[in-house]
């Protein structure tokens, strides 16, 4: 590859006992360029990394992004939707990938990642909020899943710091969580300990040569030259320079204000699980982790940019957690933070090869980042070294939007 002026640093020697490194990237460049070092960056990087390409990262503070505000729920069947049944079935085969890539994660980088197998909770405060849920446990029928069904006594008995008015629910135990924070910071050791090289600067330009991505430009001037890039940036997916109109992602910021609590040690049973709920037709969950915290969520606004925290955003999210768990109110406030979900035109990612040879993306996992990373991470370094994408995640290729007649549940052309 053509030597450039980036910064691109040797890799680090892997410390003894690694697995295998991937080749290092060097100035001449690298095989995958990665933009965005988020978990979707990270993760795409990581496995592409394990499979023996060397690949850098793209990014000024690799670790951060829509994962540092996210809570982590893993809630492939309590966020079913209608209309969303393909993304249904790949959520769910992420999910159950999330035990063994724990495992191997927490393995490879020697860090907790808070992965908790607690199931959830899904409950209803009034007639309405309980009519929606039926509706949800119907549908969920429909796709093959049996849940129990609650009454508002029972839901008690398994949470007791529900409120009195819960008047039925849904008990998912598969629906569990991890801790988005834990787990950017075991994949960046894990990317580093692969031979991953990151590249602290922004990406502002694609680097286009013969109708081929060839790399991108960097804030810093630099330019790094790559055989494959990958548009991993979150919502910021559809912004880079340089993409050709067809190709660019329509990825758009759909604004999340998400709380962090801290629940003392003395009440250490305050919930045993991920509780959530339709509050007059909002939604708002609780998720509590094994050390204390206690996140709750979200805000959905679409706001552009804007990640701001708002005094009617904290209220609306504390409104309706003390509706469902009065006992809210006595909890220390830690942190109120906004991030931006990559939100994509039929909610469904973006994941593979698009029309520009060379050009790869992994965006548009708009409330399933976290939830998606195993099998984004697999998918993904599957189509960087083998051409293809898997059978499976076929239906969410880019290449959908370049082909307008098509729908995500046709074939569509490779
Ligand atoms: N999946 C939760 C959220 O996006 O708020």
């Not at 834990?182 to 694609?206: D, M």
């Not at 759909?254 to 250490?268: D, H, I, N, S, T």
């Not at 993306?361 to 083998?386: F, S």
Request: proline content about 8%; hydrophobic content about 40%.
């Amino acid at each position: 590859m053509h030597a450039s002026e980036s910064h691109v640093p040797e890799a680090e020697p892997p410390p003894a006992g690694a697995p295998s490194p991937a080749p290092s990237v060097t100035r001449a460049g690298c095989d995958v360029l990665v933009v965005g070092g988020g978990v979707i960056g990270l993760v795409t990087a990581w496995r592409t990394a394990q499979r023996g390409l060397s690949v850098a990262v793209a990014d000024p503070r690799p670790g951060g992004g829509a994962g540092q505000v996210a809570a982590g729920m893993l809630a492939a069947v309590t966020e079913l939707h209608y209309g969303e049944e393909a993304l249904f079935a790949l959520n769910l085969s992420s999910a159950r990938r999330y035990p063994a890539f724990t495992a191997e994660l927490e393995e490879a980088s020697g860090q907790d990642t808070g992965y908790r197998a607690c199931g959830t909770l899904a409950v209803a405060l009034d007639a309405d909020d309980r009519a929606q849920l039926r509706e949800l446990h119907a549908l969920q029928q429909r796709s093959g899943l049996e849940l129990q069904w609650l009454t508002g006594r029972e839901c008690r008995r398994l949470e007791p710091m529900l409120a009195p008015g819960v008047c039925g629910g849904l008990r998912a135990d598969g629906d569990h969580q991890t801790d988005p924070r834990r787990l950017l910071r075991a994949l960046l050791i894990a990317c580093e300990r692969a031979g991953v090289a990151f590249l602290r600067s922004e990406a502002v330009r694609l680097l286009v040569s013969r109708d081929r991505a060839t790399g991108a430009e960097l804030a810093d001037g630099s330019r790094v030259h790559a055989g494959q890039t990958v548009l991993a940036a979150g919502a910021h997916s559809g912004a880079l320079a340089g993409v050709p109109e067809q190709v660019l992602p329509p990825v758009r910021p759909v604004k999340g204000q998400v709380l962090r609590l801290r629940v003392p040690r003395e009440y250490a049973l305050f919930l045993s699980r991920t509780v959530r709920a339709l509050v007059r037709g909002g939604p708002v969950y609780l998720v509590p982790r094994e050390n204390g915290e206690l996140v709750v969520g979200a805000t959905t606004e679409e706001l552009g940019w804007d990640t701001g925290v708002t005094a009617g955003g904290v209220y609306e999210l504390l409104r309706d957690a003390h509706e469902l768990v009065p006992g809210i109110t006595e909890l220390p406030l830690l942190e109120a933070r906004a991030g931006l979900r990559p939100g994509s035109p039929d909610n469904f990612p973006l994941l593979g090869p698009t029309e520009l040879p060379g050009l790869h993306t992994a965006t548009g996992h708009y409330r399933n980042g976290v939830l998606l990373a195993p099998l984004t991470g697999e998918v993904m370094a599957e189509a960087l070294t083998r051409g293809r994408l898997p059978e499976e995640a076929r239906p969410f290729s880019p290449r959908r939007f370049s082909h307008p007649h098509l729908n995500a549940l046709q074939e569509l052309p490779r």
